[in-house]
């Protein structure tokens, strides 16, 4: 049973049409060292390097994009203390539409003034007496406003496939392809590309150990929720998987993994020192799991989505210094 709103790799091709010239084509990185300890060679997608540090600016401009003149108008409304509060405000702000986002009054101040850098109105709520789902349908109702959510949305998942079908259109077909999970959007929109473009290629999703409902979901059949899980792979903390991204995923992907925090950070260390590149912990995840698969990988064509670069300095070297 597909879901009626599910995207297909035709709705990517059209959302690489609207975000082009508007999102960065990042860079794809190889490593000498990376190739010998697995035997493999291994292509680096590298959205770190992406407008705003992350992948989400390629979902969020792409529905934005689509909005129209009331749209427009009244406006967009997003609840996120993350990368998807910065790429709708700065989508917003380069396509002329007003955004308002909401996040927990005890966000980092870094992030509420980076998200008001980008021009966005920021709705600061009470995470422990408030419900942000609720302030959302709330500001959506009375203003005429309309809600993208970070990952469930068939214009985001679209976008998020932009990503992977770059990266196989520039280096060819790959047999393992390795992609960071919290909703889904990103390995949702991921797998639809690889499936088309590289129909023999394996598929992983990879989560962190301490919140692995995305792997229970998928091992199970049905959608698991957990709560908010301990990592510090902020990116993928979410909490269950959304109904397409799930559906999708379900249909195209070969296995979900996980990582651990330590060899997220021995990841962080080698992209840095080795690779001269900073990754956020999420953006770690892809990486990690490869190297844990070794003899798997051998003579293999291996894709890893470096899903974004968003770490505060002084606690990126504060997770290296142990
Ligand atoms: C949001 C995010 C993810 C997870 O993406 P989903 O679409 O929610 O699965 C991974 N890495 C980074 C850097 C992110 O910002």
Do not use: W
Request: charged fraction near 20%; proline fraction near 4%; charge should be neutral.
């Amino acid at each position: 049973m597909t879901n009626p709103s599910s995207p297909t790799f035709a709705d990517i091709i059209a959302a690489a049409q609207r975000i082009d010239g508007h999102a960065h084509r990042t860079p794809v990185l190889t490593s000498k060292t990376v190739d010998e300890e697995l035997g493999a060679t291994v292509f680096f997608k590298c959205e770190n390097f992406q407008r705003m540090g992350a992948f989400k600016f390629r979902g969020a401009f792409n529905a934005l994009s689509r909005f129209d003149a009331q749209q427009r108008q009244a406006g967009v409304v997003a609840f996120s203390s993350g990368n998807h509060a910065q790429a709708i405000a700065l989508s917003a702000k380069l396509l002329g539409i007003p955004a308002t986002i909401i996040m927990p009054q005890d966000a980092p101040a870094m992030k509420i003034a980076a998200t008001k850098g980008y021009g966005g109105n920021v709705v600061t709520y009470d995470r422990y007496t408030e419900d942000r789902e609720e302030i959302g349908r709330r500001l959506a109702q009375q203003h005429g406003m309309t809600l993208i959510p970070p990952y469930d949305h068939p214009d985001v998942i679209a976008g998020q496939g932009t990503a992977v079908k770059e990266l196989i259109e520039e280096v060819g077909a790959l047999d393992a392809l390795f992609v960071c999970l919290g909703g889904g959007g990103l390995l949702a929109g991921s797998a639809l590309s690889a499936r088309a473009l590289s129909p023999e290629c394996k598929i992983y999703g990879v989560e962190p150990l301490a919140g692995n409902d995305g792997q229970q979901s998928f091992r199970s059949g049905s959608i698991v929720h957990i709560d908010t899980p301990k990592t510090i792979a902020d990116g993928a903390q979410t909490q269950h998987l959304g109904n397409i991204t799930f559906d999708i995923i379900r249909r195209t992907v070969d296995d979900v993994l996980t990582a651990t925090d330590e060899e997220l950070i021995d990841c962080m260390r080698f992209f840095a020192a080795r690779m001269k590149i900073i990754v956020e912990p999420t953006g770690c995840l892809g990486f990690a799991a490869a190297r844990q698969m070794k003899t798997e990988l051998r003579g293999k064509r291996v894709g890893v989505v470096v899903s974004g670069g968003n770490v505060d300095i002084a606690r990126f070297c504060e997770l290296l210094a142990n």
